[in-house]
């Protein structure tokens, strides 16, 4: 039998009120009310500006410490609702991931500007799942929501891997998609619970935990045998409403990072959005650990003393930002277009494009030897490596959201037989590494799906390697050599004299990502493995090929 731990709402803050706001189908939802006291704001007090924050996480629980962070945005006199979305902890209906948001978010915001302590001007703030929140109240339309602060999420936060008829790539499945409607989207408590790696099929063990637990998890049945496209906006895309001044940040260091760029991609062909929009790039994971973090700081379970000291890197941005677009205090040319950090420093920079003014390309070629050259080998071969599925290349953390908790050094994963490993020679300066990286292979494997990872590295003097940056792409029908394109995401990151690049290839990364099991059978069904021969080409003039980009010095 699992061992599963269920996790129930906490109690409300003594600081809250906590209110049943009605939806327009007759579902309550659950929503605490944060008042500014220092200002006020009593029922005879003049009305204020809201920050509005919907999430599933529970709206008292200790894991998002949401009173202590509306206490903080209360200081600066604003008052907070904070909000169980539809199904989840105190808040009544199905629990069901994403499709109910737009519509709840409407209705959410409707009711605040009716309350006495309203001005009828509304901001939300949040990070994930309650970021992707914020994207589906901009969806809605309500002409209050003045501005928005989504950090480490995207539009498409979740959504399951669709393979459209003719593709032969697409990205690999994170082990998350399946597990999320199982934990915290099962029903209205959370269920947390451990996969074993040693059993498959993976599916079945799932069904062992339903039947244990007592029900089914609707999400989960929507995405699992056949996933469905959900109607996530279903009053259209986010981007083709009207535009709402966003503050949008992305970690560096964040497993999720992937969406949140995709959707700047989107915004940037959308000139009334790119308008609109301003970026925050942060050297962070998407528990919001940092690189320069201290040693004594990066600990799982953080004091409310740190929480408090955490805050004001986490906030002020915001509020700056709330304080133009809400308030109407300054112009929109008193925020950066682009607020960028430039990880391993410390310094703050800003742009007014990303990536900023000064950057060049440079190609880094694959080499037989294992090297990283700048000049491409004239002749073609080929390097193989063997998939086991029953011995599969680890995951680097434990915690895939809280990479920057651990760091862990990556050099070991490269003694293994089925890891391919490229160093290039130190670099005789220091070298600041801002914008895209991505990489151009052919590959091809003896089964009929391959997956193909790329780690990049910075391997210091003493052989320490930290992860930098990292992708990974799927091949269907993979007999046939194919070139494929690997995006491994944005730096911002300085690379010291006498550091080296190094590239980790291999075709798992698990439990972070579903591994293939060698059949082409689906893998989070099957229970036959079997071991596949893959291959990439090295040199001529398709050979696998590092694509980084640096910012000059002046």
């Known amino acids: 039998m699992t061992q599963i731990v269920r996790v129930g709402p906490a109690p409300v803050s003594p600081l809250a009120q906590e209110h049943k706001v009605r939806m327009r189908d007759g579902i309550h939802l659950a929503s605490d009310v944060y008042l500014p006291t220092d200002a006020g704001r009593g029922a005879d007090a003049e009305p204020g500006d809201t920050i509005l924050i919907r999430l599933p996480y529970d709206k008292a629980g200790a894991y998002t410490f949401i009173p202590l962070i509306a206490e903080y945005f209360m200081a600066a006199g604003y008052g907070v609702v ?38 009828g001007r509304v901001a939300m703030w949040g990070d994930s799942y309650y970021g992707y929140t914020q994207w589906a109240a901009v969806s809605s339309q309500h002409p209050a929501l003045k501005a928005i602060s989504p950090r480490v999420t995207g539009t498409q936060l979740g959504e399951p891997v669709h393979r459209d008829p003719g593709d032969r790539t697409r990205r690999v499945e994170w082990g998350i998609t399946y597990l999320y409607p199982l934990t915290y989207f099962h029903s209205r408590d959370a269920f947390f619970w451990e996969l074993d790696p040693e059993r498959r099929p993976f599916s079945a063990q799932v069904e062992e935990v339903l039947e244990q637990i007592g029900s089914r998890s609707i999400s989960y049945d929507q995405w699992y045998p056949r996933p469905v496209h959900l109607r996530r906006f279903p009053q259209g895309s986010p981007f083709d409403a009207r535009p709402v001044p966003t503050l949008q940040t992305i970690g560096l260091w964040d497993n999720c990072a992937p969406l949140s760029w995709a959707d700047v991609a989107e915004i940037e062909q959308r000139p009334a959005w790119a308008m609109n929009h301003f970026l925050r790039i942060e050297p962070m994971d998407h528990e919001a650990f940092y690189l320069d973090d201290p040693a004594e700081a990066r600990v799982e379970e953080r004091s409310e003393e740190q929480i408090r000291g955490d805050l004001p890197r986490m906030l002020d941005p915001t509020l700056e930002f709330f304080e133009v677009f809400v308030r109407g205090n300054g112009s929109a040319t008193d925020i950066p277009r682009v607020t960028w950090t430039l990880a391993g420093t410390g310094e703050v920079h800003t742009s007014a494009s990303w990536p900023p003014p000064g950057t060049t390309r440079h190609a880094l070629f694959a080499t037989s030897d294992g090297g990283l050259s700048p000049v491409a080998a004239p002749g073609e071969t080929t390097l193989t490596w063997t998939h086991d599925p029953n011995d599969l290349v680890p995951s680097s953390v434990a915690n895939a959201f809280a990479f920057l908790l651990d760091q862990p050094d990556e050099a070991p994963l490269g003694d293994r037989d089925d890891v391919l490993v490229f160093t ?70 300085r690379l010291r004299t006498g550091h080296r ?20 059978e689906d893998p989070w069904a099957a229970l036959r493995t079997e071991p596949n021969r893959q291959s990439v080409v090295i040199g ?3 050979g696998f090929t590092l694509n980084i980009t640096s910012l000059e010095p002046r």
């Open 501 to 520: 690049l190094r590239l980790h290839v291999s075709s798992s990364d698990y439990p972070e990502f579903i591994p293939q099991p060698g059949t082409g």
């Open 424 to 493: 290039s020679e130190p670099f005789s300066r220091d070298v600041d590494l801002v914008g895209a990286v991505d990489a151009a292979a052919v590959i091809c494997s003896d089964g009929p799906v391959m997956d193909f990872f790329v780690r990049l590295l910075d391997v210091a003097p003493d052989g320490a390697a930290l992860r930098i940056a990292r992708g990974q792409v799927q091949l269907l029908e993979a007999s046939h050599p194919t070139a494929v394109d690997i995006d491994l995401g944005q730096l911002g990151y």
């Open 82 to 119: 904070a909000q169980d979305v539809r199904g989840k902890f105190r808040s009544e209906g199905e629990t069901l991931l994403f499709v109910n948001e737009v519509a709840d978010g409407y209705d959410t915001i409707e009711w605040i500007t009716q309350q006495s302590w309203s001005n």
């Open 540 to 542: 001529g003039a398709t």
